[in-house]
Nanobody, 126 residues
Framework: QVQLVESGGGLVQAGGALRLSCAAS????????MGWFRQAPGKEREFVARMSWNSDSALYADSVKGRFAISRDKFKNTVYLQMNSLKPEDTAVYYCAAQMPGRPGPVSAPNVYDYWGQGTQVTVSS
């Protein structure tokens, strides 16, 4: 079982910044594509960003493009989400997810990811 643990959430004013971290428990997770999703109360889980297993490509939701950036550290066992220019509509529980290699499906769909963290709350006040 792959364990994913998010951290870095909190309360921030609009226009501020946060960096979320997702630590993976196994070296093999470096082969996984990593995604960030978010879910606000009463809303469906929403795709935010994705990075390929070798960090060659990244994909962002239109709502965060130009403000958020996904990255990995040199050991490729931790993935980050840098969030700048935060808006109240960014308020949600943020989840990291791992997709095993060779799995089909659209990369923005939650059901194609195999492992999930417990989530970290991000609240943006005005």
């Amino acid at each position: 079982q792959v364990q994913l643990v998010e951290s870095g959430g909190g309360l921030v004013q609009a226009g501020g910044a946060l960096r979320l971290s997702c630590a993976a428990s196994e070296r093999t997770s470096s082969r996984f594509a990593m995604g960030w999703f978010r879910q606000a109360p009463g809303k469906e889980r929403e795709f935010v960003a994705r990075m390929s297993w070798n960090s060659d490509s990244a994909l962002y939701a239109d709502s965060v493009k130009g403000r958020f950036a996904i990255s990995r550290d040199k050991f490729k066992n931790t993935v980050y989400l840098q969030m700048n220019s935060l808006k109240p509509e960014d308020t949600a529980v943020y989840y990291c997810a791992a997709q095993m290699p060779g799995r089909p499906g659209p990369v923005s769909a939650p059901n194609v990811y195999d492992y999930w963290g417990q989530g970290t709350q991000v609240t943006v006040s005005s």
